[in-house]
C-alpha cells in the first residue's frame, strides 16, 4: 500500500482550494447537472457505426505518433450504472449521444514519459506550476509562510472511510511536483518510461507546443480512444476483464485504504504496460489522467447536439469553463480515469465519460499527451 505522504501543516485551506482542492473536486465529485432532464432537450441518436475516413497518412508519422485517420463517430456514454464495473455515477454530462466528425491527426502512442518530459525541460529551462510558489496576490489572506511550491497528492487513511469527503485522501504536499511525485523524498529515478504526473494545464501546453504538438480536443481524445468501435464501453470493448484480464491500469481492492493490485501497479505503471485499443493506443483508459484542449462545462454535449442531423465537425468545446459545483473554478476536461479509477468511487475508465480540473492544479495521477495536425 502507499505510504502516506507528509500532511502539510499550516496550509490554510483557501490555498488548497485555490491550488489543489479545483482539480480534486473536478475529478472525483459527481456532478449532477441538468443536462437531459429538461424537456425539450434533444434526445441524441444514440450510438451509430464509426466511419472512417481512411485517408493515408500525410507524411511520415512522428516519432511514436499514430495517423489516426478521422471520420465520423457517436460521442457520449449512456448511463453506465448497471453494468459490471459500470460505477455508480450517472454520467449525465457525458450525454446526449451524438455524431462527431474529427478530421485526420498524429496522436501519441502513450502518455508524455518523465523522460520526455525531462528532455523538454533541459532543453527549455521550463518551470512547472507546481514548482512556482503561489503568487501573494493570488491568495491575499495567506499568510507568506504559507505561500509554498507544492501539488496535491493522494494521501490514502488506514482502514475504511466514507466516500463523501475526498479530503481524506488527498493532500497538498509542499515540495510535490513532477520530480518529486509524492513529495520532496520521493523520487522518479528509474521511472522514465512512467508517464509524467503532476502537471497543470499550462505545463502540458508548453510542452506541446515545444514538441511542435498541441492538446488534443476532447473529441479527437475520444475519436482514438474509442479505437474503431462504436458505443463500446472501454477502449477495447465491452467486458472490462476479457478472458479475466486487466487491460488497464485501475485500482482494485476497497477505496482508497487498500488496493490490492491486481493489475500490478498500486501507482502510475511504466507507458504501454497494457494492451493498445485497436489504433494502437495505449492508457486511453486509466493510469494517469489527460489534459484535453477543451473548456469543461457540463452541457457541452446538450449544445453540440442541437441539430442531431448534422454531425458537429471538429468540436473544440465551449468560449469559457463553467462548473456548477465550483462556478469560480476555471477548467479544462480531463479524460480516460487513472490508476486510482475504481467502480466503488470514480467509473472514468468509461471511455465515453468525461473529467475535469482546474488548470492550474496538477495532482500525482494527472499527465498528458500530445496530438499534430498535418501540415
Ligand atoms: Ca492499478
Ligand atoms: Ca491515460
Known amino acids: 500500500m502507499a505510504v502516506r505522504p507528509p500532511v502539510p501543516r499550516g496550509i490554510p485551506w483557501p490555498i488548497v482550494q485555490g491550488l489543489a482542492a479545483a482539480a480534486v473536486v473536478a475529478v472525483f465529485v459527481i456532478v449532477m447537472p441538468r443536462v437531459g432532464r429538461r424537456s425539450g432537450r434533444p434526445a441524441g441518436r444514440g450510438f451509430e457505426a464509426t466511419t472512417s475516413a481512411t485517408t493515408a497518412p500525410p507524411g511520415q508519422s512522428p516519432e511514436a505518433m499514430v495517423w489516426i485517420s478521422g471520420g465520423e463517430f457517436s460521442m457520449g456514454c449512456d448511463d453506465p450504472r448497471g453494468k459490471p464495473f459500470g460505477g455508480r455515477e450517472p454520467m449525465p454530462d457525458a450525454r446526449p449521444v451524438h455524431r462527431v466528425h474529427v478530421d485526420g491527426f498524429w496522436i501519441d502512442r502513450t502518455e508524455v514519459t518523465n523522460d520526455q518530459f525531462a528532455a523538454f525541460v533541459a532543453a527549455t529551462g521550463y518551470v512547472t506550476v507546481a514548482e512556482t510558489p503561489p503568487r501573494a496576490e493570488d491568495f491575499p489572506s495567506a499568510p507568506a509562510e504559507n505561500l509554498v511550491a507544492g501539488s496535491i497528492v493522494f494521501s490514502p487513511p488506514e482502514g475504511p472511510v466514507s466516500l463523501d469527503n475526498h479530503y481524506q485522501w488527498w493532500s497538498y504536499v509542499p515540495g510535490a511536483n513532477w520530480r518529486h511525485p509524492t513529495g520532496p ?41 474509442r479505437g474503431g468501435l462504436s458505443g463500446a464501453t472501454y477502449p477495447w470493448g465491452d467486458e472490462f476483464l476479457p478472458a479475466g484480464r486487466q487491460m488497464a491500469n485501475t485500482w482494485q481492492g476497497p477505496f482508497p485504504g487498500a488496493n490490492t493490485a491486481e493489475d500490478g501497479f498500486v501507482f502510475a505503471s511504466p507507458v504501454a504496460s497494457f494492451p493498445a485499443n485497436g489504433y494502437g493506443l495505449h492508457d486511453m483508459s486509466g493510469n494517469v489522467w489527460e489534459w484535453c484542449a477543451d473548456w469543461y462545462r457540463p452541457d457541452t454535449y446538450a449544445r453540440d447536439a442541437r441539430k442531431p442531423d448534422q454531425p458537429l465537425k471538429n468540436p473544440s468545446g465551449p468560449n469559457t469553463s463553467h462548473d456548477p459545483q465550483e462556478p469560480g473554478q476555471a477548467k479544462r476536461v480531463l479524460r480516460g480515469g487513472s490508476f486510482l ?24 495521477h494527472i499527465g498528458f499527451r500530445c496530438v499534430r495536425s498535418p501540415e
Do not use: M
Not at 503532476?198 to 501546453?205: K, S, T, Y
Not at 470514480?346 to 471511455?351: E, H, N
Open 341 to 364: 479509477c475504481t467502480d466503488q468511487y470514480c467509473s472514468r475508465y468509461i471511455v465515453g465519460t468525461r473529467g475535469k480540473g482546474e488548470v492550474s492544479s496538477g495532482a500525482n
Open 185 to 225: 523524498e520521493s523520487s522518479i529515478e528509474g521511472q522514465g518510461s512512467h508517464p509524467v504526473v503532476q502537471i497543470a494545464h499550462d505545463d502540458a501546453v508548453a510542452y506541446a507546443s515545444w514538441a511542435g504538438k498541441r492538446l488534443p480536443t476532447e473529441a479527437e481524445w475520444e475519436f482514438a480512444a
